[in-house]
C-alpha cells in the first residue's frame, strides 16, 4: 500500500469511529473537536498503517508530515499559514499553546 492508500484508509477508520466533538464554543454556538477526541485514535490507526505523523511550526507557517515508516522517503506534508491566537485574560504562554493547539488540530 502507497503513502495515499494508507491516509486514504486512516481516513475511513477515523470516520467509522462515530467521534464525538467536545469543545463548545458558547460564544459562536458551535461545537468542534478537541485534540483529546481524536488524537488517540489517529494514533492507534496510524500505528497498525505503521504511518507516523510530525508537526511542526516555524514563524510563518505549521506543517504536519505523515510519513509511510516503512518508506520513509515516501511522505505528505499538509501546511497552513501562522497566526498567534489571542484570548482574553490568557498569559502569554496560554496563547502560544492556544496556537500550537489550534494549528495542530486543524492540520489533521
Known amino acids: 500500500m502507497n503513502i495515499y492508500?494508507?491516509?486514504q484508509k486512516a481516513r475511513v477508520e477515523l470516520q467509522e469511529k462515530n467521534l464525538k466533538k467536545s469543545g463548545v464554543n458558547k460564544?459562536?454556538?458551535f461545537s468542534y473537536f478537541e485534540?483529546?477526541?481524536f488524537l488517540p485514535a489517529v494514533n492507534?490507526?496510524?500505528n497498525n498503517l505503521k504511518l507516523f505523523s510530525k508537526f511542526d511550526?516555524?514563524?510563518?507557517n505549521a506543517t504536519l508530515e505523515i510519513i509511510?515508516?516503512?518508506?520513509?522517503?515516501?511522505?505528505?506534508?499538509?501546511?497552513t499559514s501562522k497566526t498567534e491566537a489571542v484570548l482574553k485574560g490568557t498569559s502569554a504562554i496560554q496563547?502560544?499553546?492556544?496556537?500550537h493547539t489550534y494549528l495542530k488540530r486543524y492540520l489533521y
Open 27 to 29: 460564544y459562536a454556538g
Open 57 to 60: 511550526l516555524n514563524e510563518e
Open 95 to 99: 496563547q502560544l499553546g492556544a496556537t
Open 35 to 37: 485534540l483529546s477526541d
Open 68 to 79: 509511510d515508516a516503512e518508506k520513509e522517503d515516501s511522505k505528505v506534508i499538509f501546511a
Open 44 to 46: 492507534k490507526i496510524f
Open 5 to 7: 492508500e494508507k491516509i
